[in-house]
């Protein structure tokens, strides 16, 4: 009797078990029965096929979902990120094409299926991101790094289709050379005649300026189409992601307007994602859950002058501060009256050449004072929140190398990068001593970071294609190569778990790195994506990455799924 009791219990024990794990396997996001969407990717040359991505979106919409296909070929859009209504799909995967275009219904609690053919592509030229021309580009590296800060305002596509000859790329770069940073093919803004400071040019330093134009303008003539109907060298293409790489959503949110530019992307502790256009004076809001967007006009003190806006941050009380670039100013906005403050810098000060970019508010409680970068002379300033009154300070004597980022840490003590060159400067809130440390690997180019609880400064060295590491308490050093030829890292950013997210103008792609074992993940993402900042949302477990699209008018969301 005892027997059979406990038998009975055990397959009472076994059902529930299984019942259990139904459960389970039902919720997990990548589980075949709670998938909107699913099915597998596979071509003639290759049979099933890793590292699709799979772009899912629904008609009239402004949200994209994307998964990735695992080794299998396989993918799967788990339940609840597909409403129901008629989709469109569409594919990344470099050299292949969809044989047919997809487009499909999704029904509320039903699994819509989807198989994908894919053939050799005809075009690989369009689906280059910006390291693959790099890579496949003939020339020395002294060459190629001459190209490379054309990425800010468009794709190396651009130049490779050309049809310029010499002489012609002369004129193109000199007209280039006057267009602003905030420029973008679809929103040009000149540079004023008084905005380069530094005086005159001398004779000879205009003779080698129009010598180094002509060598680039030379180099570049040999890249497009100006003397070939086809490129003479190969189109070369990076491997689709595996493994980990796969284990991913992205969800890309459209802006109202083509020629926003989200070049800074920040997430408050409500959710809400919050933007500021690089080429207009406006800050927006996306409410993630439904994409609708809010968009606010900030105010413009130079009306003649150039506008735009570069660093977004919030202050200890999530208020938002903006780097009102060549308009000589820096806003607040308080989040509840919805109301900007800005400050301009002094009548005497206030130069036409005069570009606050970046900006650091985040310990201004300390003492009542943002620190801003001042990128048209590299000269540092210190707003004093009470008085108005904006202090200088010169790191450097003239000619002044390049000071990118500033940031600072829990005693307001500002970190500049010095991206022209291999050095991390502080600047002592009390002392107003100016200390420099030299990063172990020459020419480094320090760019954008952070500095994390731990009081270490988490930084891109974008010349050297490395993360780094400065522990401010030790002053010592530490630097992780990154695995992708030609990333280029901007910025780097580290989340609730120690792991390090960086981000690039060059591969379409964002890394994540284990500090522990030095171990990085690629995520690549739907589409050329030129990408000026990261910030990590450590509210979710895993955390997410959000991203803006510099470029294309969109922001990105990245959910790794591990």
Not at 64 to 90: A, C, I, M, N
Not at 337 to 365: G, I
């Amino acid at each position: 009797m005892r027997t059979t009791t406990f038998f009975l219990i055990a397959i009472v024990a076994v059902t529930l078990l299984f019942s259990f794990l139904a459960l389970a396997q039902e919720a997990s996001p990548g589980s075949q029965v709670s998938a909107a969407l699913s099915g597998r990717v596979s071509s003639v040359d290759e049979g099933a096929m890793e590292g699709v991505l799979v772009t899912a979106r629904k008609a009239g919409s402004t949200i994209s979902v994307t998964v990735v296909s695992d080794e299998q070929g396989r993918y799967r859009f788990p339940g609840g990120r597909l409403e129901p209504g008629h989709y469109d799909v569409r594919i990344r995967a470099a050299g292949y094409d969809l044989d047919v275009r997809v487009a499909l219904d999704i029904s509320s609690g039903k699994t819509a299926t989807a198989d994908l053919k894919l053939h050799k592509t005809a075009n690989l030229a369009s689906q280059l991101s910006n390291a693959e021309w790099l890579m496949s580009f003939p020339g020395t590296e002294e060459q190629k790094t001459s190209v490379r800060n054309c990425t800010h305002c468009h794709t190396l596509e651009r130049i490779a289709r050309s049809q310029h000859d010499t002489q012609e790329f002369e004129q193109v770069i000199q007209r280039m050379s006057r267009h602003t940073p905030e420029s973008f093919p679809l929103m040009v803004q000149q540079d004023g005649p008084g905005r380069i400071g530094g005086g005159q040019l001398s004779e000879d330093q205009k003779a080698q300026q129009r010598d180094t134009r002509h060598k680039q303008a030379e180099y570049l003539s040999t890249l497009n189409l100006s003397s070939t109907p086809q490129w003479s060298y190969e189109l070369k293409t990076f491997p689709r992601p595996t493994g980990k790489a796969t284990h991913v959503i992205l969800t890309e949110y459209d802006l109202p307007q083509r020629t926003r530019q989200p070049h800074d992307v920040v997430i408050d502790s409500e959710g809400t994602v919050w933007y500021a256009s690089f080429g207009e004076p406006i800050l927006g809001k996306l409410d993630p859950k439904t994409g609708k967007t809010t968009e606010y006009q900030i105010p413009v003190v130079k009306p003649n002058g150039i506008k735009g806006n570069l660093d977004l941050a919030f202050d200890e009380d999530q208020n938002l501060w903006i780097g009102m670039t060549f308009q000589g100013a820096i806003a607040k906005f308080d989040k509840k009256t919805e109301k900007f403050q800005v400050f301009s810098l002094p009548a005497d000060l206030n130069a036409d050449y005069r570009e606050l970019t970046f900006l650091s508010p985040e310990h201004s409680k300390v003492d009542g004072k943002v620190w801003i970068n001042d990128s048209g002379t590299f000269i540092q300033f210190r707003l004093d929140l009470a008085s108005g009154k904006f202090e200088a300070f010169e790191p450097f004597a003239s000619p002044r190398p390049t000071i990118y980022g500033i940031t600072s840490d829990s005693q307001n003590n500002a970190y500049l990068l010095v991206v022209t060159r291999d050095l991390i400067g502080r600047i002592d809130s009390k002392t107003k001593e100016i200390t420099f440390y030299q990063t172990p690997t020459p020419d480094s180019g320090p760019r954008r970071g952070m500095i994390d609880a731990q009081g270490r400064l988490w930084f891109a060295e974008n010349r050297a294609n490395q993360v780094a590491m400065f522990d401010t308490k030790t002053q010592k050093f530490q630097e992780w190569p990154v695995p992708k030829p030609g990333y280029f890292p901007y910025d780097v950013t580290v989340d609730k778990n120690g792991e390090a997210w960086t981000v690039t103008e060059f591969t379409d792609s964002v890394l994540r790195l284990d500090p522990a074992n030095g171990q990085f993940t690629e995520y690549l993402l739907p589409r050329q994506t030129n990408m000026r900042k990261a910030f990590v949302d450590n509210s979710s477990t895993p955390v997410n990455l959000w991203v803006g699209n510099t470029h294309s008018a969109s922001i990105v969301k990245l959910e790794p799924l591990d």
